[in-house]
């Protein structure tokens, strides 16, 4: 016999779609999608028709000469330069450069600068037999970004991973040239500016099992690039793990290995640029849906990230193509594009136009677009907004996906392989991050692919490009930004319908996954505090769900208001209420079920002496933007040990403190900012909240 509660959760859920249908039947238009599709089928098959992989392949292609080094390098300004260019030349558009310094030590929000960075040539040789290693001409990945100049000759001697006090002991490097394996700028740090080494050649670390099958891929390692290291810092190549292991045998056979390093390099004072460019709207101009890739990079770096700035290029070229054809006008809001340097050239553009976030309604961020999924091993996957800012837009992309999976389509020029995605909770790691933090106030999606074998070396090549992947994103990304900037009424009723149903299945899961707490607790003889104390932050962690998901229905009003839609979407919200309260009952039922299967004693709890301390704290940030790791690292000095081995132990641990700093509104308590992270990435330690934030009051950070 099916429980009480289920029956009631599927009557709630037949009933509040009915509703919602005949709300949604009292609309009609003539240019009506089909039911179970929200984009209008005439625009998605004019983008299918239109928009060419080819041509933002070609794109990559003239894109991957540039070695395209953040900071104002001379690859990355001409290739500024031909987008530019290209943007200009549609004529449509808009189009501005956005110009910053970039010394290496000015800061804009809490992101130091990169420094210019030129460089003409580079070799290393191997003096025992006279032969040369590796050329930057020849693959630029093989040199470490913001070397400086050099040309020296000196011993060589092997140091291990090369990045703590352990792997010197017994070695004196000073004067010499160290060979390691550990990340480079660590190495660097180590054997250069703390032992007065030369300079460091890198091999591939040896517990990264996927490159094991590629011998010969060389990783891309940069220096760290701050204004008052610019006179210590040396050099650093990085080599094969065929080439590295080579010069280690001749150590291993107790011969003496000398090298010679020559880098004509400089760092110098520079300034970088953000190219915008704008299709202005014909009604609402001053509202905007925002399109960003990172220009930056090495050379090719076809998919990190050509593929993300060579398809907005075409985007662009679509919608023109589209509107000279007469096949769409002009959208009512304006599309605006962004291509920066990677959040800390962001940085730059975000400290002038502080009013993005009042013209933004959602962003869509493309970042490695364009993967062969076979060949690089990667998935698709949409990175949503987070709990601090949500959005609707999640929503309206993955739908897009699941229609394009749906469709078989490819790429005459591409592969047929059948779309791999994924949908992922937010984090991190592009310039999403930075437009979605709440005081810049752009809801924002990251589109890209994750697990990528071959991001960050010289093998992230044209061949790894699939036309079929970059063709798939770039109609997805595109329809949705017309459809965005177009959208009315009936548009908005049916994305809210979406957006509550998808909100459900997101509510059901939080309810799902603090039932596998309780079962878990249950299982291996919890103390009965320990599962009342999950028990009742789980009926919390349902709670905060829903206001996440009300939120992002309500964040529809962006788009329109209306009487209509207002009645619709208090019917949705009351939907979801009523739906929290029997995910509620369904945590209770299981609750006091597993006391009763376990002998354990059902117990009220009250708030522990830390929980009761961050009650009282009423956290206020006093900056905006989101913390560079950079900048805490700095901030913490010797303390950032601590954080780091927080990191090693919470693999959630830098998501959960950009969502404790987005979060302090100087409005939530601490306790209240505890229970939303722990919401949106699982329990932890309390007192790692506050040790956090007393950190960050004593740096003049926050106030509280």
């Not at 000469?65 to 500024?80: E, K, M, N, V």
């Not at 890739?293 to 679509?318: I, V």
């Not at 469709?407 to 310039?431: C, M």
């Not at 959630?652 to 209240?672: A, C, P, Y």
Request: hydrophobic share 40%; glycine share 6%; with cysteine.
């Amino acid at each position: 016999m099916m429980p009480i509660w289920k029956n009631c959760q599927r009557s709630l859920i037949m009933t509040a779609m009915a509703a919602c249908m005949a709300v949604l039947n009292a609309w009609s238009s003539a240019k009506a999608s089909s039911p179970d599709f929200l984009i209008d089928q005439n625009l998605w098959r004019e983008v299918i028709n239109e928009y060419s992989a080819e041509k933002a392949a070609g794109h990559i292609r003239d894109l991957s000469r540039f070695h395209r080094i953040s900071g104002g390098s001379p690859g990355y300004l001409a290739a500024a330069a031909y987008v530019t260019d290209y943007m200009r030349s549609l004529g449509i558009f808009d189009v501005e450069v956005e110009k910053h310094t970039a010394d290496g030590d000015k800061t804009y929000l809490k992101w130091r600068s990169m420094p210019g960075w030129e460089i003409n040539e580079a070799e290393l040789w191997l003096e025992n037999t006279g032969e040369l290693i590796t050329r930057f001409s020849d693959i630029p990945v093989s040199v470490f970004v913001y070397s400086n100049a050099a040309d020296v000759t000196g011993e060589a001697v092997y140091a291990g991973s090369g990045v703590s006090d352990a792997d010197y002991d017994g070695l004196d490097v000073k004067g010499k040239i160290v060979l390691a394996t550990g990340e480079g700028n660590a190495v660097h740090r180590e054997a250069v500016l703390e032992r007065g080494a030369l300079g460091v050649v890198a091999g591939p670390p040896p517990d990264n099992t996927d490159w094991l099958y590629y011998p010969d891929l060389i990783p891309l390692h940069r220096l760290r690039s701050n204004k008052s290291l610019r006179e210590k810092t040396t050099f650093g190549f990085s080599l094969s793990r065929i080439q590295f292991q080579r010069l280690l045998r001749f150590l291993k056979q107790g011969e003496t290995l000398k090298l010679h390093a020559k880098v004509d390099a400089r760092l110098f004072d520079a300034e970088t640029q953000t190219v915008t460019a704008v299709l202005k709207g014909t009604q609402m101009p001053e509202r905007e849906i925002i399109f960003s890739a990172h220009l930056d990079h090495y050379s090719p770096g076809a998919n990190d990230n050509n593929s993300g700035s060579a398809s907005l290029l075409e985007t662009a070229r679509t919608m023109k193509a589209l509107i000279d054809r007469g096949v769409i006008s002009r959208p009512k809001r304006s599309i605006r594009f962004l291509w920066v340097g990677e959040m800390h050239g962001f940085a730059g553009y975000l400290a002038k136009d502080e009013m993005i976030g009042k013209r933004g309604i959602a962003g869509m961020n493309l970042d490695m677009v364009g993967e062969d999924l076979y060949k690089t091993r990667s998935v698709l996957t949409l990175v949503r907004t987070p709990f601090s800012n949500p959005s609707f837009i999640g929503d309206l992309v993955e739908s897009l996906i699941e229609r394009i999976d749906g469709l078989r389509l490819s790429s005459p020029s591409g592969s047929n392989q059948r779309l791999n995605y994924r949908v992922s909770d937010f984090k991190g790691g592009s310039d999403h991050f930075m437009l979605s933090d709440p005081t810049v106030g752009v809801p924002t999606v990251n589109i890209g692919h994750d697990h990528d074998i071959f991001h960050h070396t010289h093998m992230d090549d044209l061949e790894m490009i699939d036309l079929t992947e970059l063709k798939r994103v770039g109609i997805m990304a595109t329809a949705a930004a017309l459809h965005l900037a177009d959208a009315g009424e009936e548009s908005a009723a049916r994305l809210a319908t979406r957006v509550a149903a998808q909100s459900m299945k997101r509510i059901a899961d939080q309810t799902r996954k603090n039932m596998n707490d309780l079962f878990t607790a249950a299982a291996s003889g919890a103390h009965q505090t320990h599962m009342a104390r999950i028990f009742e932050e789980a009926k919390i962690f349902v709670d905060i769900q829903t206001r996440v998901e009300i939120d992002a229905l309500q964040s529809i009003e962006e788009i329109k208001t209306s009487p209509r839609l207002e009645k619709l979407t208090h019917i949705l919200k009351d939907t979801l209420l009523s739906l929290a309260g029997l995910e509620k009952k369904k945590i209770e039922y299981l609750y006091l079920d597993l006391c009763r299967a376990h002998d354990i004693i059902p117990e009220s709890i009250a708030l522990s002496a830390e929980e009761k301390r961050m009650r009282t704290i009423i956290p206020r940030r006093l900056f905006r933007g989101p913390i560079s790791q950079f900048y805490f690292e700095d901030l913490m000095g010797e303390g950032i040990e601590w954080y780091q081995d927080r990191g090693q132990r919470d693999r959630h641990w830098s998501n959960r403190r950009t969502e404790i700093v987005n979060f302090m509104d100087g409005q939530k308590t601490l306790l209240d900012i505890y229970y939303a992270v722990s919401a949106e990435y699982g329990r932890s330690d309390p007192s790692v909240y506050l040790k956090f934030i007393e950190d960050l009051e004593k740096h003049g950070l926050v106030a509280y």
